[in-house]
């Protein structure tokens, strides 16, 4: 019998406030994972929906710092349940090693904890040769990938020609899906790119090795979320990358392969769009960007370097120098629209302390003359706009560790108050340090 929307019992469903979206909403790289292991302490379970091993977020606890990639970030926490949605690709090599790397760090019990969708895609060696020899065919028009082959897997998936991890439990049609795709693979690493073709036996070889290991953790990531949306649970998606990102949304071709924003977490867990009660966007109160791509904001200069010194702006995953930008409030616009942003979470205040003068790109000025407070969505219209800025004073004392917004310096709460203005929705959490403790909670969105 169908029960009808005036029950009690799915009237307090609906209305549960308890599923918060974590994302970026810059260019990735915006310390997500400290907010997400901040919030993770009252989550009874963390998601991540899209994705792979391409996202780095480093977590810091104490004297122990964890950098996680697959793994969501609750899983510092004992109590928490972390699941691998079905947007996220998924490498069994990446995805073990990290395992591995968190039993070393004492965190024995992650391989119980974690939880993957059947229809996650596996990402094999082959996407990673293929990602390699793609980019040094595209030489100086390299799109800055990881090089850990998580376009070639999307790829595959949209092209309906890639594997899941579903399809480990019947390895003869697991083998037929992937001499088809070897066939194809290989034929253009061999053919166009002029590169090594990967064996069918290797791949099958690495497979069979954690198989067993695979299908253990396998479980019905959508059903256990509108469960625990039924019981009351708390509910942490974690987002990886940043809105500008986006496939579809940011500076395309420079973009990632997935949907950062947050229908991505919908469509990537199983989530449905109606259960998502508030949705905070990670920014930092400069801006960083690594690999190719329009970049308006950028200091390719002492200012540039020095931020990037005292922010250590190199990425988690792979170390490469962050490029280093001052705050841009017309990106932040477009990231507010299409995540439908319930709050911010203002990271590393104190990189800027000492400093005499702060910028603020306010306006894009684009390449007809014309003023713009919205970002153009064509890349090649996007790397020809020149940023209006308006200036505020800096502040000499330090911000290290601040946890009231009263005791910040004055100038630093006016530049804050100025971010919150421009971006039209509330700054609910500022980051004065790396640690957890080093934190102003104005709002707490898990409450």
Not at 305 to 320: Q, S, W, Y
Request: charged share 25%.
């Amino acid at each position: 019998m169908r029960v009808g929307a005036n029950c009690p019992a799915i009237k307090e469903r609906i209305n549960m406030p308890n599923n918060v979206v974590v994302l970026g909403t810059q260019w990735g790289d915006e310390g997500k994972g400290k907010i997400a292991d901040l919030l993770t302490t009252t989550a009874d379970i963390v998601v991540r929906s899209q994705g792979g091993n391409n996202a780095g977020h480093t977590l810091v606890v104490g004297d122990k710092k964890v950098v996680v990639r697959l793994v969501p970030s609750g899983i510092l926490h004992s109590s928490s349940l972390c699941l691998i949605g079905s947007g996220v690709v998924v490498s069994p090599e990446a995805l073990f090693g990290e395992i591995e790397e968190l039993k070393a760090s004492g965190i024995t019990d992650a391989e119980q904890r974690i939880k993957l969708s059947a229809a996650s895609s596996l990402l094999l060696p082959v996407h990673v040769a293929i990602d390699k020899a793609s980019e040094l065919k595209r030489g100086k028009n390299a799109i800055g990938t990881t090089g850990r082959g998580i376009g070639p897997c999307y790829e595959d998936k949209i092209a309906r020609r890639g594997l899941r991890i579903g399809d480990l439990y019947d390895m003869e049609i697991f083998k037929e899906k992937l001499a088809n795709l070897l066939d194809y693979r290989n034929f253009a690493l061999k053919n166009y790119f002029g590169a090594e073709e990967v064996s069918f036996d290797s791949i099958m070889d690495g497979i069979m090795k954690v198989r067993d290991r695979i299908l253990a953790m396998v479980a019905d990531v959508s059903a256990i979320l509108a469960d625990a949306r039924a019981s009351g649970k708390k509910v942490l998606f974690e987002g990886a990358q940043g809105t500008f990102l986006d496939i579809d949304y940011g500076t395309y071709p420079f973009v990632t392969s997935s949907n950062t924003v947050a229908g991505g977490c919908c469509t990537g867990s199983g989530a449905g769009p109606r259960h998502i009660d508030y949705v905070l966007g990670i920014c930092k109160a400069y801006t960083t960007r690594v690999g190719g791509g329009p970049f308006p904001t950028e200091l390719d200069n002492q200012i540039g370097e020095d931020i990037r010194a005292r922010g250590f702006e190199f990425g988690a995953v792979t170390g490469r120098p962050r490029r280093v930008g001052w705050y841009d409030a017309v990106a932040m616009r477009r990231a507010v629209d299409i995540n439908s942003l319930s709050g911010l979470a203002l990271m590393k205040i104190d990189v800027l302390d000492g400093m005499e003068e702060l910028c603020i790109c306010t306006k894009y000025k684009l390449s007809d003359g014309t003023l713009s407070d919205l970002p153009p969505l064509a890349a090649y219209e996007y790397a020809k706009v020149t940023p209006v800025y308006e200036t505020m004073p800096g502040w000499s004392e330090s911000t290290v560790g601040v946890t009231k917004f009263e005791e910040l310096p004055e100038n630093a709460k006016k530049y804050i108050r100025r971010l919150e203005e421009l971006a039209g929705v509330p700054v609910a959490i500022i980051s004065t340090g790396p640690e957890r403790e080093q934190t102003i909670m104005l709002i707490d969105p898990m409450a």
